[in-house]
């Protein structure tokens, strides 16, 4: 249980285009799903919370109005990675909040998405 | 300061040996919790434990236990027989705070295991 899916796993896009990431949570229903960046060779780095109905949460330093967050439903949530440039390529990866048997609050992982902006 | 520091940067394990991977934090909040996750070269994090603040004995999960010990503030993964398919990124991670609704995980900086043949 608590599989979570991202989509693309890769995508390459040129500058100044948008790109927009799915997250899914596909066996429960995730009221908070998270969005972290990470570069090579380096830790995870939170960029925002997701709640389901509600606007997302950013982390300071992290541009709104660049990456927006969308999270329209209880299963799924999108980063939309707008006018990208080649200092955004980077690994995207999504978690979605899930109980584990025994009560504990336990972040699974999507697989993660490569963007490469040219 | 680091709340969560990970000293080796990489390991070099003979399998079938056991391995210790460290981890220390920094919180002051009585309630937190403390994560390992894998990350191999495909990119995926995969939860392996977990160990919660109030718990009084360490967690185990297969070949994975905690070492927690509370007043060094130290939380070890501990990796019995190590097999070929263990060689990946190792992530200790922690969550502050006792309030439903701050999952936050603060992520180290990663151990690169890798297991020799």
């Known amino acids: 249980g608590a599989v979570v899916s991202q989509h693309p796993s890769r995508v390459i896009c040129k500058s100044g285009t948008s790109v927009k990431i799915e997250c899914r949570s596909l066996?429960?229903?995730?009221?908070?799903m998270f969005w972290y960046r990470q570069f090579p060779k380096q830790s995870l780095m939170l960029m925002a919370t997701s709640n389901e109905g509600s606007k997302a949460t950013y982390e300071q330093g992290v541009e709104k109005d660049k990456f927006l967050i969308n999270h329209a439903s209880l299963t799924l949530s999108t980063l939309t990675v707008t006018s990208a440039h080649p200092e955004d390529s980077s690994f995207y990866i999504c978690s979605a909040r899930a109980l584990r048997v025994g009560g504990t609050d336990t972040q699974y992982f999507g697989p993660g998405t490569r963007l490469t902006v040219l | 300061a680091q709340k969560i520091t990970q000293t080796q940067p990489g390991m070099f394990v003979q399998e079938k040996e056991a391995v210790t991977l460290d981890c220390t934090y920094d919180?002051?909040?009585?309630?937190?919790?403390l994560f390992w996750y894998k990350q191999p070269s495909s990119g995926e994090m995969i939860f392996l434990i977990y160990?919660?603040?109030?718990?009084?004995q360490n967690a185990t999960e297969g070949r994975y236990s905690l070492n927690f010990q509370k007043a060094r503030k130290s939380a070890n993964l501990v990796i019995s027989a190590s097999q070929l398919g263990d060689s990946a990124m190792y992530f200790c991670a922690m969550r502050e705070g006792a309030h439903f609704g701050n999952e936050k995980l603060t992520f180290g900086t990663g151990t690169r295991l890798t297991i020799i043949p």
């Open positions: 066996d429960f229903q995730a009221t908070t």
């Open positions: 160990q919660g603040s109030y718990d009084e």
């Open positions: 919180t002051s909040d009585q309630s937190y919790g």
